[in-house]
């Protein structure tokens, strides 16, 4: 590890971070440490380091923003990338707007708000990167990133750039190629539509007075940890089984939003996984329903 870090280094791809704890690169705040992280700040640092890294045999992850991540608490062998601040790029043209991979999704959506374009009034309560966005097709309120992108810029694992359509991308719920074709997102484009910008906002601050009342926001968590099963609500099930403020170490259940699991403060991953085998458990003996975690689950156990 030391010599690759020591090439890295002298190869100029951005800042290198060793040993870096990513419990604050997370929403949960839970998580052991990198290896080795890497913040590029260009596209050609981005294809640089992947190069670099598939020469050489060595695993690497990409993170966003870590609101849909649970990191273990070993933390990730290898190298961690997460794109710089420098590739937070935006640019509109017209109801076309370009937007780099490390953008907030959130800001994105009270930007286009604010330039009367419609389309991503979703967006803004999701608190993820426009990376992090294609890659889990994000959503809400009835839809979702499959419904506006146009196209996205990845860099592969090989290091080529490569333009992916919509339709490339294979979009379902919650889903896309990018789970199973390593790459990282590192520009969006995205179609939207112009709009009036009092419905706009209307919309946005209806969306936010929801989620307000019913998610457990001012805490540490990382959104929706199950996703929804065919025709039914994963929160709904959860709550029905009575297990709204079950804990297992410093992980609850929200009492607010049964599909939360909140950080109490000084949750470790081994107990959020816990909790979430015990749903599991308890769901399927009660309903018969295999509830599958929505949430990513990162890093050596
Ligand atoms: C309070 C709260 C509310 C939420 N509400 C919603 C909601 O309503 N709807 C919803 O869909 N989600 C919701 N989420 C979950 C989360 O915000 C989304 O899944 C978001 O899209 C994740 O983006 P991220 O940048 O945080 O990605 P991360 O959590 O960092 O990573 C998620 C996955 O994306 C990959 N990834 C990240 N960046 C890139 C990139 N540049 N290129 C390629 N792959 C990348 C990672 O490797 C990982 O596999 C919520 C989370 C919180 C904390």
Redesign the pocket.
């Known amino acids: 590890m030391q010599q690759l870090i020591s090439d890295l280094r002298a190869a100029n791809i951005g800042e290198i971070r060793t040993n870096e704890r990513l419990a604050p690169?997370?929403?949960?705040k839970i998580g052991g440490p990198a290896d080795c992280l890497i913040l590029p700040n260009t596209k050609e640092q981005v294809a640089a380091v992947i190069r670099f890294l598939h020469q050489r045999g060595v695993p690497w992850?990409?993170?966003?923003?870590?609101?849909?991540?649970l990191v273990s608490d070993k933390g990730i062998r290898g190298v961690v990338i997460k794109?710089g601040t420098a590739l937070e790029t935006l640019r509109f043209e017209g109801a076309t707007v370009h937007v780099g991979?490390?953008y907030s999704?959130i800001k994105l959506s009270v930007l286009a708000a604010k330039e009367g374009l419609t389309g991503l009034e979703?967006a803004s309560?999701?608190?993820?990167?426009?990376?992090?966005?294609?890659?889990?097709?994000?959503?809400?309120?009835g839809s979702?990133v499959s419904r506006i992108l146009k196209q996205a810029e990845?860099i592969l694992d090989t290091g080529e750039l490569v333009t992916m359509q919509a339709d490339d991308l294979q979009y379902a719920y919650?889903h896309s190629i990018?789970?199973t074709l390593p790459?990282?997102?590192?520009e969006a484009v995205f179609e939207l539509q112009v709009g009036e910008r009092k419905e706009i906002a209307g919309a946005m601050a209806a969306y936010r007075d929801r989620?307000l009342r019913t998610?457990p926001?001012q805490l540490a968590?990382?959104?929706?940890v199950f996703r929804n099963p065919n025709g039914g609500f994963a929160a709904k099930l959860i709550e029905e089984a009575g297990l709204k403020g079950k804990r297992v170490g410093g992980a609850e259940i929200s009492t607010l939003h049964a599909n939360?699991i909140v950080n109490t403060g000084d949750a470790k991953a081994e107990d959020v996984l816990t909790l979430i085998a015990e749903v599991q458990e308890i769901v399927l003996k009660q309903y018969g329903i295999s509830l599958v975690p929505?949430?990513?689950v990162?890093g050596e156990r």
Request: glycine share 18%; charged share 10%; with cysteine.
């Open positions: 690169y997370t929403t949960w992850t990409i993170i966003g923003r870590g609101s849909n991540l794109l991979g490390s999704f979703f309560g999701i608190p993820g990167s426009v990376g992090g966005a294609v890659y889990m097709n994000a959503g809400a309120h979702d990845v919650r990018l789970h790459g990282i997102v590192t989620r998610q926001l968590c990382a959104g929706s939360f929505e949430v990513l990162m």
